[in-house]
């Protein structure tokens, strides 16, 4: 949904500016603003902290689009070093003021129910149960904010919110497809909290990514995590949107959409490398200590990772995705370089993903391989501190350090596409580890593997074109 909200944030900021423009005295009396870096984060479970999530578009993952064959390819996306499935809306998709051919599966027909098209209620039960078999967990879309005009729910108009003629409307009139639901309502609370509740009860689910998630009141979500931990304690939420409130009580993460905009300009030219690190600065003194985000590079709202930075600059963007702090997104057939668009609109057809990309472009199978394989044998590069280093020139090379214990990793990426040579700030001893997606793995190796090179010339460092390199410290 990311697409259609620049327009919307942009009109309530102006909005939000030249109302305070006319009531700078009145603002100047109210109490300050809370100041949320000086609160912590809800603590978030080892599991979380350690993941790698995998986005499901079912009706594009394979051509059938269903629950099967999503089952069927539980093996490989266990090999991959997948941790968390993230299912994309799995409910029945509404037909009136739908967009596209098949519709949005962000405009809900009914909570409750499953869409014919993925398969039946066992279908999603035995992914669930065969994902938990081999140590995944599972986690579902859920639309909070919105429904599709004939869903369910307008049997009971107050759910919905109304204008000032008394008729219903979309959350954002860009959003067409779908109508507003009103939180103001007691009872609209208490009919999707007991929604949600039933999903985690009646098929073991792991927890929910949160559409829009700040289109919602904080409350409501924070009451609604309280009453879903009664059921499962262990569960994560993931919400859509960047806000510090959210990370206090209710959500375990978010999604980092001010770094990924950043990451966005600076791969395509438009600003320094250096505006990464100022962005993921500017976040770290706003937001709760101990934030987990969400670190992607692609999604379904996105043009794919490749039209927008050519192949080298999408590994390159996931070399971040998976080296920096939080938590790592792997979408629907990044690891094996597809390219086939998901975003408006797209999302609103039937647009499978080519699989066998992965012959044209057989880097990226190896390289998604070798670098979850990487993160899952680092505690610094999963949970450490992040530290920022020094370069010969931060224009183009961003470089940081992740250290848990004893372990240190550096990393060093390029973020354009001229080849660098310069230098790093550092000192000691260190190793090369940096995943090599030029030689062919064995195929009986189970775990990628990494250059060693004893004799590292740092702190001179050498860079290709967006390219990357990544060392252990020697102790």
Sequence with gaps: MKKYLRKFLLKSVFTSLLTASFSFAAFAQQPAARDFSKENARVSQDWVKDAVIYEIFERQYSQKGDFNSITKDLERLQNLGVTVLWLMPLHPIGREKAKGTVGSPYAAKDYYQINPDYGTKADLQKLVTEAHTRGMKVIIDIVANHTAWDSVMMKNPAFYTHDKSGKIIPPVPDWADVADLNYDNPELRKYMTEMLKSWIRDYDLDGFRCDVAGFVPTDFWENARTELEKIKP????????????????????DYSWSLHSALTEVLQGAKPA???????????????????????????????????FGEKGALAAQALAFTLDGVP????????????????????????????????????????????DLRKNSVALRRGDLTWLKNSDESKVLTFSRKSGAEEILVAINMSNAPFFGSIETSGNFEEITPDIAAPLPPDDDKAKAKSKTNVALPVLTLDAFGYRIFRKKN
């Design 329 to 372: 997104l792997v979408y629907n057939g990044m690891e094996n370089g597809d390219t086939t668009e998901s975003g408006a609109p797209a999302l609103f057809e039937k647009l499978p993903i080519f699989w066998q990309f992965a012959e044209r472009r057989p880097e990226f199978p190896k390289f998604y391989k070798a670098i979850i």
């Design 274 to 308: 250096s505006d990464i690190r100022k962005v993921w600065e500017e976040d770290k003194a706003k937001f709760p200590r101990n934030t987990l985000h969400m670190r992607f590079s692609d999604n379904h709202d996105e043009r794919r990772a490749i039209a927008r």
């Design 234 to 253: 262990n569960i994560v939420m993931l919400a859509e949107w960047n806000s510090p409130d959210l990370l206090v009580k209710a959500f375990d993460l």
